[in-house]
C-alpha cells in the first residue's frame, strides 16, 4: 500500500512548538487516540523513544530535565497509559524537576458523560503537578504549551501535565498559527538590605555551617559555592540531591546529609549556630534532624522564598540567583572562619569507612566494598543513579561525589524504578559520558522491561544489581524498630539469562576481588551490560549501631 501524505493537523502544530521549546526525545508509548501526534514526530527533528511501559517514559523525561535543565517531555495515551506516567511526574514535581507529560483525552464531544476510558485526567494529575489542563481547541495549543514549558522550567521548578482531546489533536491545523516565541527569565540580583541582613548574622557567628541543595545544582552554582567556602573559611555539607555542587574532595567539604540516623556530618550541624542553606529545599532532608531545638540562625539563599516550617524558622531570606547572591554576601562579610576539629574528624571517618571498604574481601560482598569499587570504576564526571532502597542509603552517604549532577537519587519522593529508566536518558543527555544504574534486586525488576528499549535504541549503559532477594532497607527498618522482620524476601530470576534475553550482556560476581574489574569491562565495551553482585546486608545494623554509639561533641 503507496505511503499516504500526511494531512496538516493540530498534531504538527503541537510538534511544531516542541521543536520551538527545543525539545530533542519524547520518551513514550502510542495510542488510538494520539496517533496523529506520533505520525507528526516522524516527520520532526524529535526522536521518539519508544518504551516498555509509561512509568519508565515519565523517569526518562525526570532524568533528562535534571540533567538538562530543559523539561524532558513524556507521552502516553488516555486513560491507563496517562495514569502510569503518575509516578514518575510526582518524582518530578518532588524532586524539582522541569518535566512536560502530554497525553491523549477522549473528544470533547463524549468528555462530559460516562463513556469508555472517560477519566477526569486533568484533576487526577493537579496535586502531583505545578499546572495540569486540558486543551479546548487547536487554537488554545501555542499558548498551552509555551505556559507548560514556562512553567515547568522556572523556579521552583516540577512537572506539568496537559491533555490533548482526540477531536482536537486531529482538527485541521488552523491557518496562521505558529508557535509562540520561547522567552527565558534573566538572573535577578539579591536585595542589597537582603545581604546587609545576612553580613550582620554571619558578623556575630561562633560556628555556621553551609547546607548545599539541588537547587544549588539547578542554578549552577557550583563554582561561586567553593568560592564562598574558600573566602570565608566555612565547612560545607550537601544534601543527597545536592551531592557533587561542593566536591568532596574539597578540604572544607563534611559529605552528604540524609541518613536515618545521626551520621557523622550531623555532629557539624550540632556544633553550629548558623545554617546557611544554599538552595536546600524541605523536601530534600528533614530540617528537625539539623535544628532539633530550633536554635539556629537560618540564612536561606534561593531563588524564591522558604517553605515554613517550625524547625525552619528563616533569620534572612536572600532571594534571587545563588552564585549572585553568595559571590555579593561573601563580599560583604569582612571576617574569616576557622575550620574546627569536628571538619577535619568528620572527613577522616568518611574516608576511613570507604578504605575499609576496598579492604573487606568477604563474599557475598559488604555494601562498602561494592561503593568503593564503583568509585574506582567511575570516572569523575561519570554519571551514577542510585536507585532507592538500602542502595540509595550506601551509596549516597559514602560515595565520593565530585561533579554536579554526577551522583543521582530520587529524594524527594524517593520512588522505587528510577534508576534503569535514568540511566538510559542520563546517556542520551551526555553521551560522552559512561553512565552506571546502582539498584537493589527488588527495584530493578519494577522497571528491568526498559533493558530492551536500552538494547533497540543502541543507548549504552551498565546495571549493577545489589542482590540480596530482599526488601533490605524495609527490612533494615523492621530489625531497627521491631527487633524481626516478615514479608520482605522474594525469589528472583537467573540475572545473567535475563540480560541475555533482551540482548544485553550479563555478568555473575563470584568473589570481592571480581568486581572491579568485572565493572571496567562491562563499562569499556559501552553496550547495555547488567552486572548481578551479591550483597550481604549484615553491615547494615553494624553501622546504625555504630552511628547509635557515637556521641558528641567531636
Known amino acids: ?77 488516555l486513560g491507563p497509559g496517562a495514569i502510569n506516567l503518575q509516578l514518575g511526574v510526582a518524582d518530578a514535581t ?41 486543551a479546548p481547541t487547536a487554537e488554545a495549543l501555542p499558548e498551552l504549551i509555551r505556559k507548560a514549558f514556562k512553567t515547568a522550567q522556572t523556579e521552583r521548578p516540577g512537572a506539568v501535565y496537559l491533555a490533548i482531546p482526540e477531536d482536537v489533536e486531529s482538527a485541521p491545523l488552523p491557518d496562521g498559527l505558529r508557535p509562540l516565541p520561547v522567552n527565558v527569565p534573566r538572573p535577578q540580583d539579591p536585595s542589597p538590605s537582603q545581604i546587609a541582613r545576612a553580613a550582620d548574622v554571619l558578623a556575630t557567628a561562633r560556628r555556621p555551617i553551609v547546607l548545599a541543595g539541588h537547587g544549588a545544582t539547578r542554578a549552577g552554582a557550583s563554582h561561586a559555592l567553593v568560592r564562598f567556602s574558600e573566602r570565608l573559611g566555612l565547612p560545607v555539607a550537601t544534601t543527597f540531591n545536592g551531592k557533587g555542587v561542593f566536591p568532596d574532595d574539597h578540604r572544607h567539604a563534611l559529605g552528604a546529609v540524609g541518613f536515618m540516623r545521626h551520621d557523622y556530618v550531623n555532629f557539624g550541624f550540632d556544633e553550629a549556630d548558623v545554617l546557611i542553606s544554599v538552595g536546600y529545599e524541605l523536601q530534600e532532608f528533614d530540617p528537625a534532624k539539623i535544628n532539633p531545638m530550633r536554635d539556629k540562625k537560618i540564612i536561606h539563599i534561593h531563588g524564591f522564598p522558604a517553605e515554613v516550617d517550625d524547625h525552619y524558622p528563616v533569620a534572612v531570606g536572600v532571594q534571587g540567583d545563588i552564585s549572585r547572591s553568595l559571590h ?11 575550620i574546627n576539629g569536628t571538619g577535619e574528624r568528620i572527613r577522616r571517618m568518611v574516608r576511613e569507612e570507604l578504605e575499609q571498604g576496598r579492604s573487606e574481601s568477604g563474599f557475598p560482598l559488604s555494601p562498602r566494598r561494592v561503593v568503593a569499587d564503583v568509585r574506582a570504576a567511575m570516572g569523575r564526571e561519570d554519571i551514577v543513579l542510585a536507585d532507592t532502597g538500602a542502595v540509595k542509603m550506601w551509596m549516597a552517604r559514602m560515595y565520593p561525589t565530585y561533579e554536579p549532577n554526577t551522583m543521582l537519587v530520587s529524594n524527594g519522593l524517593s520512588a522505587m524504578g528510577f534508576a534503569v529508566p535514568g540511566a538510559l536518558a542520563a546517556k542520551l543527555a551526555h553521551p560522552r559520558r559512561r553512565v552506571l544504574a546502582a539498584t537493589g534486586d527488588g527495584a530493578f525488576l519494577m522497571n528491568s522491561q526498559e533493558l530492551e528499549t536500552a538494547v533497540r535504541e543502541r543507548i549504552p549503559f551498565v546495571v549493577l544489581v545489589w542482590v540480596d532477594g530482599a526488601y533490605g532497607l524495609i527490612e533494615w527498618k523492621m530489625d531497627l524498630e521491631l527487633g524481626r522482620s516478615s514479608d520482605v524476601a522474594f525469589g528472583n530470576p537467573d540475572f545473567v539469562k535475563y540480560a541475555e534475553s533482551f540482548g544485553a550482556r550479563g555478568y555473575r ?36 549501631g555504630k552511628l547509635g554509639e557515637l556521641t558528641g561533641p567531636f
Open 1 to 77: 500500500m503507496s505511503a499516504q501524505a500526511p494531512r496538516s493537523t493540530a498534531a504538527r502544530l503541537i510538534v511544531q512548538a516542541l521543536e520551538a521549546e527545543g525539545v530533542e526525545y519524547v520518551f513514550g508509548i502510542p495510542g488510538e487516540e494520539n496517533i496523529h501526534f506520533v505520525d507528526a514526530l516522524r516527520d520532526s527533528s524529535i526522536r521518539y523513544v519508544l518504551v516498555r511501559h509509561e512509568q519508565g517514559a515519565a523517569f526518562m523525561a525526570e532524568i533528562y530535565g535534571r540533567l538538562t535543565g530543559r523539561a524532558g517531555v513524556a507521552s502516553a495515551t
Open 94 to 134: 518532588t524532586n524539582s524537576t522541569p518535566v512536560v507529560a502530554i497525553t491523549a483525552q477522549v473528544g470533547l464531544d463524549r468528555i462530559y458523560k460516562e463513556s469508555h476510558q472517560v477519566v477526569d485526567l486533568v484533576s487526577l494529575f493537579r496535586p502531583i503537578t505545578k499546572w495540569s489542563e486540558l
Open 328 to 338: 555579593a554576601l561573601g563580599d560583604a562579610v569582612h571576617r574569616r572562619f576557622e
Open 509 to 544: 560476581v563470584t568473589s570481592a576481588a571480581e568486581l572491579l574489574p568485572t565493572l571496567r569491562k562491562a563499562l569499556a565495551d559501552d553496550v547495555v551490560s547488567v552486572v548481578a553482585v551479591p550483597v550481604d546486608y549484615s553491615a547494615n545494623l553494624e553501622l546504625t
